[in-house]
């Protein structure tokens, strides 16, 4: 059935996960030839600053434009790409096509930000990815302080010595790097305090349960208060209302992503956005 009607101006097509179904199979078929068929595209959700609002990064989501079915959402097709492995050519793609658009954005004479670009398990364990992200950035010409990579509380804590070894490489590289989905994985800050993250995404999850349960308001608070004294960043997802937001400006959060500021835009999109942000600032000059 199609669910999130109307999100992204597309209807998302989901099926059931609980067992490979003939769909699930010739989804995947299909997921095979999708590269080659030029079908992915990414989307933009810009990250902002909680004060001032203005944009301090986008965050590259993958959407795959499916013939028959329109727009497939990443929660269906990403695991069927980690569990065939075709996650890593995929991968590759969306890091390549990441950075070519922000080297563009940046040609094009807008402010420099960073690009965060989520990586699978799978995708973090390839031998070769310090290499592939090396040779990305060195082909697109983006320098290595605007990407940002995202891993995932749970992918982080899966083998520590392998972590570190490997964050620690990117991060002499000069990139950006966050834990995604904070607060989901069972696992503590301070287990994660070895790793060198620049900034902490706490997972939407808290943040919509903000309205339901007050306790999560304190949960939220610790979450903030012991990362910022690890030194991190603080980011919030997922925030949708003006009452969550407030709360995040009372706790000091950093930034914030969220439908209350944008939704993922198309690339045409985001660069209109940016466009006109450019306007306003360089007027205000004037
Ligand atoms: P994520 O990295 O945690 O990305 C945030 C997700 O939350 C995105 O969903 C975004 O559209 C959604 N979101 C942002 N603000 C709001 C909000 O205010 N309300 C609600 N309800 N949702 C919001 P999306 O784009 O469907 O992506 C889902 C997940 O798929 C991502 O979660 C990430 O784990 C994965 N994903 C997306 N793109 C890629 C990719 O290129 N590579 C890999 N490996 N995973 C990806
Ligand atoms: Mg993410
Ligand atoms: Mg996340
Ligand atoms: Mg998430």
């Known amino acids: 059935y199609a669910k999130d009607k109307g999100r992204n101006n597309y209807q998302f097509y989901t099926v059931s996960l609980s067992a490979k179904t003939p769909e699930l199979w010739n989804l995947e078929k299909s997921l095979r030839h999708a590269l080659e068929r030029q079908e992915f595209l990414l ?40 569990g065939s492995g075709l996650i890593i050519p ?24 960073t690009i965060a670009v989520n990586l699978s398990p799978k995708q973090f364990r ?3 990815l310090v290499e592939t992200v090396s040779a990305i950035l060195e082909a697109t010409g983006l320098e290595s302080q605007y990407l940002e ?15 570190t070894t490997v964050l620690r490489k990117l991060e002499q590289m000069g990139l950006l790097l966050s834990i995604d ?44 208060d012991l990362g910022r004294s690890l030194g991190l960043r603080l980011i919030a997802e997922g925030v949708e209302r003006s009452e969550e937001l407030n709360f ?24 209109e956005l940016m466009g006109s942000k450019l306007k306003k600032n360089t007027d205000f000059n004037l």
């Open 126 to 128: 390839q031998p070769k």
């Open 43 to 82: 989307y933009y959700q810009p990250r902002v600053n909680i004060i001032t609002g203005d944009i301090t990064g986008m965050e590259a989501l993958l959407r795959w434009h499916h013939p028959e079915m329109g727009i497939v959402a990443p929660n269906i097709f990403i695991p069927l790409a980690e």
């Open 149 to 163: 990579l995202e891993i995932t509380e749970t992918t982080a804590i899966e083998n520590l010595d392998f972590t």
């Open 90 to 113: 995929i991968g590759e793609w969306v890091l390549r096509e990441a950075c070519t658009q922000n080297k563009a954005w940046q040609q094009a004479g807008f402010p420099p930000m």
């Open 181 to 224: 989905d904070f607060g989901t994985g069972y696992s503590s800050l301070s287990r994660l305090q070895v790793l060198p993250f620049h900034n902490l995404k706490i997972d939407r999850s808290f943040i919509q349960e903000l309205a339901i349960d007050e306790k999560v308001g304190h949960i939220i608070k610790a979450i903030v």
């Open 248 to 271: 995040l400006k009372s706790i000091n959060c950093d930034d914030v992503q969220g439908y209350l500021f944008y939704k993922p835009l198309s690339a045409q999109q985001a660069t």
